[in-house]
């Protein structure tokens, strides 16, 4: 299976910080932009309701990933890498203040990952 979505250990750090403040259950939504960037943004599992058009991308860190079908649609062909820069990225995302974002970055897959990775999308009816 291939790895749609991996976190850098300064992301992986966050995340336990974050965890620690708020509690085990967290998500992250890759958002498409507007009002709450192009970021990966944590949230707690109240704050944000993941729908049948929602695609679960995997974990970081222990915390479901999600992003939205037409999102999906744009990045299937790359894996995301979650890392942190610093600064405040401006999004309801629960790192807001902290003095650090989640950064979303890419690379495209390979062939024969991508092929995997439609054959996982055929099997998921995707």
């Not at 995302?93 to 970055?105: I, P, V």
Request: aromatic share 8%; glycine share 10%.
């Amino acid at each position: 299976m291939v790895e749609r979505v991996i976190a850098t250990p300064a992301a992986l750090e966050l995340i336990a910080q974050l965890k620690a403040e708020y509690g085990p259950e967290l998500m992250f939504h890759q958002s498409g932009g507007c009002c709450d960037n192009s970021a990966a943004n944590c949230y707690l599992p109240t704050d944000l309701t993941i729908g049948p058009h929602d695609v679960h991308l995997g974990a970081i860190g222990g915390v479901p990933f999600y992003i939205s079908a037409s999102q999906y649609e744009y990045w299937k062909h790359t894996q995301l890498i979650i890392d942190v820069v610093d600064g405040h990225g401006g999004t309801f995302s629960l790192e807001g203040n902290t003095g650090k974002a989640f950064h979303t970055r890419s690379r495209l897959f390979d062939d024969a990952e991508m092929a995997a990775i439609e054959d996982e999308d055929r099997l998921r009816g995707r």
